[in-house]
Nanobody, 116 residues
């Protein structure tokens, strides 16, 4: 059974940084295309960044390019999202999943709140 547990969210002021973690069990991140998604209040969940097989980074949404970095640690079977220069519009619940996502793999997510 697959479990994805997100952590690292919090409340920061604009310009601050956070590092999100997604610990995986039941699947191997090294052999899976993984991604971070976010859902802002009143909006649909959307793809933020994708990391391909063996850590090849393949996609960032335009709004986070140059500010966010997705990475993976194969030994820890964990993926990360380093978020710098945060903006209020980054406020959302952040989730990790495979890409394309599996409906059965959504976790609780981690809340990121950025104040101006």
């Amino acid at each position: 059974q697959v479990h994805l547990v997100e952590s690292g969210g919090g409340a920061v002021r604009a310009g601050g940084s956070l590092r999100l973690s997604c610990a995986a069990s039941g699947l191997t991140v090294r052999t899976s295309a993984m991604a971070w998604f976010r859902q802002a209040p009143g909006k649909e969940r959307a793809l933020v960044a994708r990391i391909g097989l063996s850590g090849f980074v393949s996609y960032y949404v335009d709004s986070v390019k140059g500010r966010f970095t997705i990475s993976s640690d194969n030994l820890k079977n964990t993926i990360y999202l380093q978020m710098n220069a945060l903006k209020p519009e980054d406020t959302a619940v952040y989730y990790c999943n495979k890409d394309p996502p599996s409906i059965n793999y959504w976790g609780q997510g981690t809340q990121v709140t950025v104040s101006s």
